[in-house]
């Protein structure tokens, strides 16, 4: 319905929203939910409707309308059993497993009177120790096992099941092989190896088997119109305070809890992947190479005056001076730059300026903006009142008289840092307080992306098979 309203899907959809607007009017009128008038504006006339959607589409993030009396997302056929909380995402496993293979060739310079096997091992056994709950200890276990397993039977030239896999795993990460083609990779080297042979038959599998070693992720729900994160205050809700959406998903024909049988497992309606930055760093810095890397800012770096990194400008010294004994004088804290609209800085002649081929076509002739100090800036967007959410009950920073969108829309949550209002570049902050890793955000929204595509698909094929077993009853009763 969100796609190309040149299609018949989304002129289907389309009039699917116009029966339900229709029949769920409130004192006789509509509200519109194209993108100009966000469903502050209402109509009585459903042809007004009509048109605002057909020629502007539908407003972003409105999956559930609340407004017009939809309280919640509609779970698919077999949706329950696709909810794994082992599942992976493709390009994350990927890091986390080449990672955790670099920690491993960390642990092969040791001396050589240690055993080959107990390199992996000791890496396993000291996460293993690190352990907060019963059900993660039972994972590193598993992982022990497949560590001692052989690769096939009577297998004696040391290829285990785990071994095997990570240095797989490696490889497709080295290489950017793709899913597809790694999984066919792993058949045709299941065939070729002896019978009843221990490698995993799916890229799903392989992932499987490392996926303890990968880094943390904390899985957190959401309002499926973006309102809310159940998270903190808001985390033992069943429904969005702001829009009044169902956080889980409604099954079909529900016949609720039923006396003596175990609960059914709920599936959320929106789920944001969190991936932390912290884990991350404490695998930067267990490898003795990265951690160099990560403190050359404080130990390796010339001081000589001249301008080649972030660590040489004079917003680095500023924080140095001031927050010395609190963060700076430790050479491993390190700091996130972040670069945005940088041409307008440079002189008015200067012939980046006018460059286009690497600044996506355009030129940038703006002129240098003024130095808000950041007592001025927090003084702005300390007063801002924000609802987040498209349903009912958000409320957004209105536009000004002029009809021009507001500089700031909310009060960042990084205002809460004792420092920000120090920094004279505010896009460079540390990298502990970076709550969203930009990368690997991008790998899980193309992960849920291609979760979502393969439950199209198998909906897809059991309506192909409904409907084929259709075909065959009439042609029996034909004959």
């Known amino acids: 319905m969100y796609g190309d309203r040149h299609t018949s899907e989304y002129i289907k959809g389309m009039h699917d929203f116009l029966e339900v607007a229709e029949a769920n009017k409130k004192n006789g009128f509509m509200c519109c939910p194209c993108p100009k008038c966000g ?50 995402p493709p390009e994350y496993g990927d890091a986390a497993t080449a990672e955790a293979a670099e920690d491993q060739e960390e642990l092969d310079d040791e001396p050589d009177d240690v055993p080959d096997d107990d390199d992996l091992r000791r890496v396993i056994v000291d996460a293993r120790m690190q352990c907060k709950s019963q059900k993660e200890k039972l994972k590193f276990d598993r992982m022990l096992e497949d560590h001692k397993k052989g690769l096939y039977p009577n297998c004696e ?34 065939k070729k190896l002896p019978k009843d042979n221990e490698l995993p038959d799916s890229t799903c599998a392989a992932k499987k088997v490392v996926c303890p070693l990968g880094l943390e992720v904390q899985k957190i729900h959401a309002c499926p119109n973006d309102c809310i994160l159940y998270h903190s205050a808001y985390k033992d809700l069943n429904a969005c305070p702001v829009c009044g959406a169902l956080r889980y998903k409604i099954r079909r024909d529900d016949p609720g809890d039923v006396d003596g049988e175990p609960r059914r497992k709920r599936v959320p ?12 760093l404490k695998r930067l810095f267990r490898n003795k190479e990265h951690a160099k890397l990560m403190r050359w800012h404080s130990e390796d770096r010339k001081k000589d005056g001249k301008l080649r990194a972030p660590a040489d400008g004079s917003q680095w010294r500023k924080i140095e001076r001031k927050y010395w004994n609190e963060f700076a004088g430790d050479p491993r804290n390190v700091w996130k730059n972040v670069y945005v609209g940088h041409r307008r800085f440079l002189p008015t002649n200067h012939q980046c300026r006018k460059k286009v081929k690497h600044f996506k076509g355009e030129a940038d002739h703006r002129k240098k903006p003024a130095i808000r100090t950041g007592d001025h800036v927090l003084a702005i967007v300390n007063d801002l009142h924000v609802i987040f959410g498209k349903g009912p009950g958000g409320l957004a920073v209105p536009k ?11 009060k960042s949550i990084f205002w809460d840092l004792p420092y920000l209002k120090d920094l004279e570049v505010r896009s460079s902050i540390d990298t502990m307080h970076v709550t969203k890793n930009l990368v690997k955000l991008c790998a899980f929204l193309n992960a849920i992306s291609q979760k979502e595509k393969g439950r199209r698909k198998k909906k897809k094929k059991k309506e192909r098979e409904k409907n084929k077993g259709r075909i065959c009853d009439e042609e029996g009763r034909r004959t």
Do not use: C
């Open 400 to 410: 000004d008289t002029e009809g021009r969108a507001p500089m700031w829309t909310k």
């Open 269 to 280: 309606a929106k789920v944001m992947w969190y991936a932390s930055i912290i884990p991350r």
């Open 39 to 88: 469903n502050t504006k209402s109509y009585s006339d459903r042809k007004i409707l009509h048109t605002h959607l057909l020629y502007k589409g539908f407003m972003p993030h409105y999956n559930v309308w609340t407004r017009h009396r939809e309280i919640g997302v509609m779970m698919e056929d077999g949706e329950e059993e696709e909810d794994d909380d082992n599942y992976v």
């Open 157 to 190: 030239d040391g290829n285990t099941k785990l071994s095997t896999v990570l240095e797989l795993l490696q490889w497709k990460a080295e290489n950017a092989v793709p899913d597809k083609g790694f999984e066919k990779l792993l058949k045709i080297l299941k």
